[in-house]
């Protein structure tokens, strides 16, 4: 296979809009609950939030994308009607709905009783992304600092969790996400005590600090997909060289999976840009530079 580009929730939140659901166990459902990574901007009007989900896929494929991360924040019913009604708009679209992603629960929480709870509402979400015909499931231990004595306990659950993901054919992944945003080695030793293959998603904003480039070397050599995030210059023009940098670590490290196109690492990641698309367009050019000519399948 050969890298590709695409898109996410993420890149469109904007025309998606920022209202947050999580899972309620007791009651088996979503409800509203705002989130920590899914903000409006300073200015943001939300006249902006034109799209609903189920018409995302259609507007993805007509822009030339055939592959996309979904969050599951953005998922508002886990009523089967309602997945069955989203996963043909997928389908029918001719949309690869790559992954879920698991933006809630502490799986590596020291509390017991959180950590059995958010094992038991990623299970819950497992069938979830099997029932919108995912091929994977993203999530991640969480807040808690890694230890040597809490990595083993960790590994047992994303063990766990890979078992019951692949009991619904689906590919779990994980990602250099909270906590693990600066400790990649930390994030590796999860997935290998863990004993099982893991995706991971190499995220380029969340390697932060002077070690950024050094966190992707670790990260991207077992990626299986990209969050790719840009960054601006001082005076809010894109930062070209640098996110071309960062496509040319995955590249000469044998990257050959999606690479999910979001924007800056801003709150309004499409603040340099006329719109979405325009930008998304630009970050693609970047992408055709380092990667060879994409209509987002790869050809």
Request: glycine share 10%.
């Amino acid at each position: 296979m050969a890298a590709r580009a695409a898109v996410s929730t993420v890149t469109l939140k904007n025309a998606v809009g920022f209202q947050a659901y999580t899972l309620d166990l007791k009651q088996d459902k979503m409800v509203a609950k705002p989130h920590e990574h899914l903000s409006p901007p300073p200015g943001y009007d939300p006249a902006q939030a034109r799209l609903d989900l189920l018409d995302v896929p259609a507007e993805v494929a007509a822009h030339g994308f055939d592959c996309f991360d979904l969050s599951v924040l953005a998922v508002r019913s886990i009523e089967r009607g309602y997945l069955a009604e989203l996963r043909s708009a997928f389908e029918d679209a001719g949309v690869e709905l790559f992954q879920l992603l698991i933006d809630i629960g502490e799986i590596g929480s020291p509390d017991p009783d959180e950590r059995a709870n958010s094992i038991k509402l990623t299970k819950r979400l497992i069938e979830v992304a099997s029932e919108l015909g995912a091929g994977g499931i993203r999530y991640v231990p969480g807040y808690t600092e890694p230890t040597v004595e809490n990595i083993p306990s960790w590994a047992g659950a994303f063990r766990e969790l890979a078992d019951y993901a692949q009991q619904y054919g689906l590919r779990p992944a994980t990602e250099n996400y909270k906590t693990f945003n600066t400790e990649p080695d930390a994030l590796l030793q999860v997935i290998d005590q863990s004993e099982r293959d893991y995706g991971v998603i190499g995220d380029f904003g969340n390697a932060k600090g002077p070690d950024k480039y050094e966190i992707l070397g670790k990260i991207l050599p077992r990626a299986t997909s990209i969050h790719a995030w840009a960054f601006l210059n001082d005076d809010g023009t894109l930062n070209h060289e640098e996110f071309r940098r960062c496509l040319t670590i995955a590249r000469d490290r044998g990257f050959d999976g999606p690479i999910m196109l979001h924007g800056s690492y801003t709150p309004d990641n499409f603040c340099w840009a006329p719109d979405i698309w325009a930008g998304v367009e630009t970050l693609r050019g970047e992408f055709d530079a380092v990667f060879g000519k994409s209509n987002g399948n790869g050809s």
